[in-house]
């Protein structure tokens, strides 16, 4: 079966810091990845997505960029984070090819002071 | 574009009652696919329901039902005899196929609030 890990689980940055998530997937070849988020009391935003090594597609202009070095690993990334980056992470995956679901990991909760 | 409303931003129900969350979309595919998350406390979103839009049979799992409507662009939730474990946050989410990958958008979600 497949499973999806996410990490760090939480996260306290000050604000200028660098920022890395990492997200795996297991049990599945050739995922389309994704990065969402979620600020306080709003709904999810997609942030970026992939369909294979190397091929990123940005959602929404910001302070944060996404790569995918290897076929199910995602990683989320910033030089420099603002107070605004707060909020809680998600990564998703699903199959290739068709309208599949998506299944979400466990999140990572972002806190930028 | 895509939009999701859930109008419901909070319901609060007492234990065993009925509760219906409702989700109106809007898009101009014709080919479209709709679900519904809950997000509990711990914040990962589990995966409830998908439908596709040459469907409109609706659904009954368990105490959970879903009606899809698609001249009303609905696709409405119903949990039976609600219980304390049903308290959540639940998203529905729209998804067309746009430039070979999936993007879902979601509704601002309600939250379920099941008193004892």
């Known amino acids: 079966s497949q499973t999806i890990h996410q990490w760090p689980a939480t996260l306290v940055q000050p604000v200028g810091s660098p920022l890395s998530l990492e997200c795996t997937v297991e049990g599945t070849s050739n995922p389309n990845l994704y990065w969402y988020r979620q600020a306080a009391g709003r709904g999810l935003q997609l942030l970026f997505y992939s369909v294979g090594i190397g091929q990123i597609s940005s959602e929404v202009p910001q302070n944060l960029s996404a790569s995918r070095p290897q076929d199910r690993q995602f990683i989320l990334s910033s030089k420099k984070l603002l107070l605004s980056d707060s909020g809680f992470y998600l990564c998703?995956?699903?199959?290739?090819?068709?309208?599949?679901?998506?299944?979400f990991g466990p999140g990572t909760r972002l806190t930028v002071l | 574009a895509q939009k999701v409303t859930q109008a419901q931003t909070e319901i609060s129900v007492v234990e065993k009652e009925d509760v219906t969350l409702d989700c109106v979309y809007e898009?101009?595919?014709?080919?479209?696919?709709l679900f519904w998350y809950k997000q509990p406390p711990s914040g990962e979103l589990v995966f409830l329901i998908r439908?596709?839009?040459?469907?409109?049979q609706n659904e009954i799992s368990g105490r959970y039902s879903w009606n899809f409507q698609k001249s009303t662009s609905s696709f409405n939730f119903t949990i039976t005899a609600s219980q304390v474990v049903d308290s959540a946050v639940y998203f529905c989410a729209l998804m067309v196929r746009e430039g070979g990958a999936d993007g879902l958008t979601f509704g601002k979600g309600t939250h379920l609030i099941i008193q004892p």
């Open positions: 898009t101009r595919d014709t080919t479209y696919y």
């Open positions: 998703a995956w699903n199959a290739a090819g068709g309208a599949d679901t998506q299944y």
């Open positions: 439908r596709n839009s040459f469907d409109e």
